[in-house]
C-alpha cells in the first residue's frame, strides 16, 4: 500500500533533536484558578523535557509553592504524570500568592529556584499570573545580585542562572486572553455548560417554563454567548455588549411570542459580569422577577458556579493543552538572554509563539474599552471570531417579520447527505433560519439524493427547525446514495420546485455527488444553479478542510470511552487495551483519539506498519510494563490493514505479552456515531452553515440575469472547507487533484504532524517537524483570536 502522508519538506523542516535539554532545568507551575486540561499541559511538558534530556521539576501549590520552597519544588519522573491526562483541575495544585507580588517574596522565590538550578519556567495560568512572571524575569538580574550580596549564593551560581526563561501557557475557561483562539479549559467549561443546559431543557418543556441560566464569565462573555449559540437560547447578556435602553420590553415581547407559537420552554443565558449600558449589574434574580411580574410564566434560577471548571476535560483541551506543553519546552530549549517572554497560542489549527506582554497589553485593552463604555471597540478587540459569533446568534435568534425581510424569489434547497453525523441539524438549523432572514423560501429534502429524486422535497419554515441544534444524528434523513444514476429525477425535481441553489451537508458522498451534479451542467440547465456544500462526516476525510462537523462529538466519545476502558482495570495490574476506531481510510479519529485518551500505539493506513513494528511496539509496552505503569492503550482504525486485524494484534500482543500483562478488546462500533452533538460541533456546524448561506445568497444576486439563475462556473460549485486559518470557498472541481478517491482521503492530512507528537508522549524515539512554529511572531499580524477557525467555538 502505498503511502499517503504529506510529503516532506527537506529544505525548511527543523527537528527538535537539534535542541538538547542536556544541563539544563525546566519548572511547571500552575497558577490562578483551575481549568480543565492543565494536566494534559503539565504532563506533556514533564514528559517532552524528559524527552530531550533536561531535568523537570513540579512547583507545587503555584507561585506560593515557589516562594516557600522545600518540598514544593519536586523532580518530576516519566511516572509522576501518569493517569493524570483525564484528571480535571490540576493535581499539582494552584494557589493565589500575595508575598509573591511583594519584592520580598519574588526575593525568595528566585533563592528556592537558584538552589535547584531552574532558570526555565513554564507557567500556566491567566493574564494576572503571566504577567507576575514577567515582571519576576525583569527583575530575575537584580534578584540575583541581591542574594550575592546577602551571602545566600556565590559567583558561579549568579553565573550559571544568569538569565530566566519564562513561557506561558493560557489557563482559563472564560477565554479572555487576545492572541489566542482558545484558552485552555474553555471547551471544557462549555461542555458543562451545555450538559446543563440539555438536561434543563427536558424538564422545561415538560412543564412550559422559563429557565434563566448564570454562567462564569465575570469579564468575558465568551462562555454565555457561545453557549446560548449552541443550544439556541431566546436571549443573552454579555459584558461586551449591554442591551440597549428598553430591554425589558423588547426581551418580554419575544417571550410571549415564543409562547403564543406553542413553544414550551425559553432560555436566557446571563453571563456574571452582564450590565445594561448605564454599567447597572443584570442578575438572575432581576430577570426572572421580571418574567414574572410582566408575563406570569413559571421561571426558575439555575446558577452554574463551579461546575464550569470541574469534571474531566474535553478531547479538544487535552488535545490543546498536549500540543502546547510541547510547544513550551521547545520555546525554551531556544530561547536565549534576550529573547522576551512568549506565550504559547493556537491560531486556527496552529501552534504558535506571541510576545507575552504584547498580548496581555491587548487584554487589558479589552476592558478598557467597556471601562469607558465602547463596547464596539470591545467586542471588536475581542476578534473575529467573537464578533461572528455575536452576528450570527442575532441571524438566528430572532425571526423577523415578513414586511423586515428582503425581497427575494430564490428558492434554496436543503439535504443531508452519507452517514449521520452529530451537528447536521444545527446546520440545517442555521441554513433554514439564515435563508429566510435573507429573504429565500427554504426547502428540506429528506434522505438525501435519494430522497431528492423520490420527491421527497418540502418548504421548511422557521419555527420547524425550534431545538434542533442539540439534536444529533440527522432529522432530515440522511443516505449514502449519489446523484449520478438518478440525474433526470433529481433535475425534474428541481424544475418542480424552482430550485435556485443547492446547500450540501454530508460526507465524501456529497463531496462526490456535487462533483457529479457540476459535472451534468452541461446536459442539465437545472444544475447550472450556485451549489455549495459543508463537511460533515465523524471521519473528517473530506478534501479542502481540516475539520468536518461531528468529528469533534466522535473524539469526545472515544476519549471519554477510553477512559472508562483504562478505569475499568483499576484494580488490575497490567494490563493492555486493543481498541478499534471508525474512520474507513482515514485515521484521523485513531490518532488524535490517542493523542487525547493518551495511547501507547496508534495504528493507522497513513503510515504503513508489518511485522516488525508490531512486534518492537510490543517489546516497548513491555518495558513500560515493567515500571510503576500499569495500563496500556492501543488504537487501531478499521481500515489500517487488512491483515493485521484488531484480533490478530489482539492475539499478537497477549502472546508476546504472557508473564507481563494481559490483554482486552474492544470494537467501539456506532457509539462513535451517535449521541448529542458537542459545544464544538453545534457552533462550528451553525456557523459554518451561515456562512455558506451567505455565499449562497451573493452567489445568487450574481448568477441572476434575464429574469433567471443560471452559475455554470467552476467557482459557482464550491466545498466550504476550514484551512488552517481560515473559512475557505474552494471549487470542487479543484479538489479531485487533492483526492484519492480509492481510499476515500485527501492525499495530505494536516493531523499527520501530531503522531510524532503522540509517540514522543508514548516514550518513543522520533523526529517531531517544528518547521510550522519555532519562531516569535509578534501579536500585531493578528488580530486577536482572527482566524474563525478550530477555535470556531
Not at 502546547?324 to 493556537?346: D, F, I, Q, R
Not at 440522511?478 to 433529481?490: A, N, Q, W, Y
Request: hydrophobic share 40%.
Amino acid at each position: 500500500m502505498a503511502n499517503m502522508a504529506a510529503p516532506k519538506r527537506q529544505d525548511t523542516r527543523k527537528f527538535f533533536e537539534n535542541l538538547s535539554g542536556a544541563g539544563k532545568s525546566i519548572a511547571v507551575l500552575t497558577s490562578g484558578g483551575d481549568a480543565q486540561g492543565m494536566n494534559a499541559a503539565v504532563r506533556a511538558v514533564v514528559r517532552m523535557g524528559i524527552y530531550v534530556g533536561a531535568k523537570v521539576y513540579f512547583i507545587h501549590e503555584g507561585y506560593q509553592g515557589m516562594v516557600d520552597g522545600g518540598d514544593n519544588i519536586k523532580e518530576a519522573r516519566w511516572e509522576s504524570v501518569s493517569s493524570m491526562l483525564q484528571v480535571g483541575g490540576t493535581v499539582i495544585g494552584s494557589a493565589r500568592c500575595k508575598e509573591f507580588r511583594t519584592h520580598e517574596g519574588r526575593l525568595k522565590a528566585a533563592h528556592n529556584l537558584v538552589q535547584k538550578g531552574i532558570t526555565n519556567l513554564c507557567v500556566i495560568g491567566g493574564d494576572g499570573s503571566l504577567t507576575g512572571a514577567n515582571l519576576f524575569r525583569e527583575e530575575w538580574s537584580g534578584l540575583l545580585e541581591e542574594l550575592l550580596q546577602q551571602g545566600l549564593i556565590d559567583e558561579e551560581a549568579t553565573r550559571k542562572n544568569s538569565a530566566l526563561h519564562i513561557v506561558g501557557m493560557v489557563g482559563s475557561i472564560d477565554n479572555d486572553f487576545c492572541g489566542t483562539d482558545m484558552t485552555i479549559g474553555t471547551d471544557s467549561a462549555l461542555h458543562r455548560i451545555i450538559e446543563v443546559v440539555d438536561a434543563i431543557m427536558t424538564t422545561a418543556q415538560s412543564h412550559q417554563r422559563t429557565f434563566v441560566l448564570e454562567v462564569m464569565g465575570r469579564h468575558c462573555g465568551y462562555l454565555a454567548l457561545v453557549s446560548a449559540l449552541a443550544c439556541g437560547a431566546d436571549w443573552v447578556f454579555i459584558p461586551e455588549m449591554p442591551p440597549e435602553d428598553g430591554w425589558e420590553d423588547n426581551m418580554c415581547q419575544k417571550l410571549s411570542e415564543n409562547r403564543a407559537d406553542k413553544k414550551r420552554l425559553n432560555i436566557i443565558i446571563v453571563a456574571e459580569g452582564a450590565i445594561d449600558s448605564h454599567s447597572k449589574a443584570i442578575t438572575p434574580d432581576y430577570i426572572k422577577d421580571l418574567v414574572v411580574q410582566r408575563l406570569g410564566f413559571d421561571t426558575r434560577v439555575t446558577i452554574l458556579g463551579h461546575v464550569q471548571r470541574g469534571g474531566t476535560p474535553s478531547a479538544f483541551d487535552r488535545i490543546l493543552a498536549s500540543r502546547m506543553g510541547v510547544e513550551a519546552v521547545l520555546a525554551l530549549l531556544e530561547a536565549s538572554a534576550n529573547t522576551p517572554a512568549c506565550v504559547v497560542s493556537l491560531v486556527g489549527n496552529q501552534a504558535v509563539r506571541l510576545p507575552l506582554m504584547e498580548c496581555v497589553q491587548m487584554t487589558q485593552e479589552v476592558q478598557k474599552a467597556m471601562d469607558e463604555k465602547k463596547f464596539d471597540e470591545a467586542v471588536r478587540l475581542r476578534g473575529r471570531s467573537f464578533e461572528n459569533n455575536l452576528t450570527t446568534y442575532s441571524l438566528l435568534s430572532y425571526r423577523k417579520a415578513d414586511s423586515e425581510l428582503p425581497n427575494s424569489s430564490f428558492n434554496v434547497a436543503v439535504l443531508n447527505v452519507g452517514a449521520p453525523a452529530a451537528g447536521m441539524n444545527a446546520a440545517v438549523r442555521s441554513a433554514v433560519r439564515v435563508g429566510i432572514t435573507e429573504g429565500h423560501k427554504m426547502f428540506a429534502v429528506s434522505d438525501g439524493f435519494e430522497g431528492f429524486y423520490k420527491g421527497q422535497v418540502k418548504e421548511i419554515k422557521w419555527g420547524d427547525v425550534g431545538g434542533w441544534t442539540g439534536q444529533g444524528g440527522s432529522l432530515l434523513g440522511t443516505k449514502r446514495t449519489l446523484p449520478g444514476k438518478h440525474l433526470d429525477e433529481i433535475a425534474e425535481q428541481m424544475r418542480i420546485h424552482n430550485i435556485n441553489a443547492l446547500l450540501v451537508i454530508g460526507g465524501f458522498e456529497a463531496y462526490v455527488g456535487l462533483l457529479e451534479l457540476s459535472a451534468a451542467r452541461d446536459k442539465y440547465n437545472e444544475f447550472c444553479v450556485p451549489m455549495v456544500m459543508v463537511p460533515a462526516t465523524v471521519s473528517n476525510n473530506i478534501p479542502g478542510s481540516d475539520l468536518s462537523i461531528g468529528s469533534d462529538t466522535a473524539l469526545n466519545a472515544i476519549t471519554d470511552t477510553c477512559d472508562r476502558i483504562k478505569q475499568s482495570a483499576s484494580g488490575t495490574k497490567r494490563r493492555v487495551f486493543i481498541i478499534e476506531t471508525m474512520g474507513g481510510y482515514c485515521g484521523y479519529l485513531a490518532t488524535v483519539g490517542g493523542l487525547a485518551a493518551g495511547a501507547d500505539t496508534v495504528y493507522i493506513y497513513e503510515e504503513p506498519f508489518d511485522i516488525r513494528d508490531l512486534q518492537a511496539n510490543v517489546e516497548h509496552l513491555t518495558q513500560k510494563m515493567k515500571t510503576s505503569i500499569q495500563r496500556g492503550l492501543v488504537l487501531r482504525n478499521e481500515n489500517c490493514n487488512e491483515n493485521f486485524t484488531t484480533d490478530f494484534i489482539y492475539q499478537l500482543y497477549t502472546e508476546e505479552g504472557r508473564g507481563v500483562f494481559d490483554c482486552r478488546k474492544n470494537i467501539l462500533g456506532h457509539m462513535q456515531q451517535g449521541g448529542a452533538p458537542s459545544p464544538f460541533d453545534r457552533n462550528f456546524s451553525t456557523k459554518i452553515a451561515a456562512k455558506a448561506m451567505q455565499w449562497i445568497t451573493r452567489t445568487l444576486k450574481e448568477s441572476f440575469k434575464g429574469g433567471r439563475v443560471f452559475a455554470n462556473s467552476e467557482d459557482t460549485c464550491c466545498l466550504l472547507g476550514m484551512r488552517r486559518r481560515a473559512m475557505v470557498f474552494q471549487p470542487v472541481s479543484e479538489l479531485r487533484d487533492e483526492t484519492d478517491f480509492v481510499h476515500r482521503i485527501p492525499k495530505e492530512q494536516w493531523w499527520l504532524k501530531l503522531r510524532p507528537l503522540m509517540k514522543i508522549l508514548a516514550k518513543y524515539k522520533t523526529s517531531y517537524d517544528v518547521s510550522d512554529s519555532g519562531q516569535l511572531e509578534h501579536v500585531s499580524r493578528f488580530r486577536p483570536k482572527d482566524s474563525d477557525t478550530s477555535a470556531a467555538i
